[in-house]
């Protein structure tokens, strides 16, 4: 009998065949886009009266056309969960009246909350041999960077226009490490970005601080501390970031 070589499956292909993500797979890109603003304000991280972001934002944030993001908009007003106003100050805001929710997309995130963890835990152990790795490789040119991008994070006026320095940061640590499996945590890192939910500016600047203390143990070639900022770094996610774990955990 021949030798079968081993079939590599992505990380988004083995977790989303898993019974809790299967819904996800099914639903319309509009719907996603939907249920994952609608579960930020279930969570109260977009509260009644705030103001939504530019479409072009949401698009990018959310890693989607501007079309989609449109369409999910527009369910959302039809649904009354926002309203749009006129005017100097107009624009697209939470309703400060939110109906019940009826529809299974947010359901389907819900039911995944088993599956956020994973990917959780397999980012904080791919993370930190990274940013140790990082941490040893690391030279000024490579701090500079990632100090730039930090500022244009801390500069962003919304969650979705700091989520795309965010992605450059990791990404640059990632290469910094010189590791033949960074594709394997890349593919970890973005697979996650299917469950993240937008929220406040202000919940994302201890995660900025973070990166800062990174800066600094990777000017030091500290990789000790490198790795124990990362641990925190990525352990915060499973209370701040991503939908379902509390409910769950409540439960």
């Not at 030798?3 to 590599?8: F, G, K, L, M, R």
């Not at 479409?55 to 993001?69: H, M, Q, R, W």
């Not at 919940?203 to 973070?210: A, L, M, N, S, V």
Request: with cysteine; glycine share 4%; aromatic share 6%.
């Amino acid at each position: 009998m021949d030798d079968v070589a081993p079939q590599h499956h992505s990380t988004s292909e083995v977790l989303h065949a898993s019974p809790g993500a299967k819904a996800l797979t099914r639903l319309s890109a509009v719907d996603t886009v939907r249920a994952r603003i609608r579960l930020s304000i279930d969570s109260d991280l977009l509260p009644p009266g705030t103001k939504l972001p530019h479409l072009n934002d949401i698009a990018a944030g959310l890693e989607v056309s501007k079309a989609t993001a449109r369409r999910a908009l527009e369910q959302l007003v039809n649904e009354h969960v926002l309203v749009r106003k006129r005017g100097r100050y107009g624009g697209t805001f939470v309703a400060t009246e939110i109906p019940a929710e009826s529809g299974d997309a947010t359901d389907a995130y819900h039911s995944a909350a088993s599956v956020v963890r994973l990917l959780i835990d397999q980012r904080s152990l791919m993370e930190t041999t990274i940013m140790l790795a990082a941490a040893q490789h690391a030279t000024e040119s490579d701090c500079q960077k990632l100090e730039v991008l930090t500022e244009k994070s801390e500069a962003s006026t919304t969650w979705y226009e700091h989520h795309k320095y965010d992605v450059q940061f990791h990404r640059h640590c990632a290469h910094m490490s010189r590791l033949l499996e960074l594709d394997a945590y890349l593919d970890t890192y973005h697979t996650l970005h299917h469950y993240f939910v937008p929220y406040p500016m202000e919940k994302i600047q201890p995660r900025i601080d973070e990166h800062r203390e990174l800066i600094e143990a990777f000017r030091a070639n500290d990789a000790i501390r490198a790795a124990q900022i990362t641990q925190r770094h990525v352990g915060a996610l499973r209370n701040e970031m991503f939908i379902g774990l509390t409910k769950v955990n409540d439960t």
